[in-house]
C-alpha cells in the first residue's frame, strides 16, 4: 500500500468541499492508495501525472516508490486544474 502525500493546494481545494463531494474524492484518493493505476486512469501528455475522475472532479497525481502524491484537485471540465500543474 502506499503512503499519501497532499501539496497544500490539493489540501486546501479538499478543504473547501461540501461532505458528499468530499467523501467521493476521499474515497476515490484511498481507492488509489491501493491501486495507483486503475483502469480509469490516465498519464498526462508529456508530464509523468497521472489523471482519474471522481464524480465531477478530477485528481492529478504522482507515484514514486511507495509514495502516492496528489498535485492538485479540481472541476473536471474546468483547464484551470492543469494550469495549476
Known sequence: MFKLDFTNDALAFLNKLDAKQFRQVSKKVFGLMKNPFPI??????GSQYKRVDAGEYRIIYLTDDNILKIITIGKRNDSEVYRRL
Not at 480509469?40 to 501528455?45: M, T, Y
Open 40 to 45: 480509469d486512469s490516465k498519464v498526462l501528455k
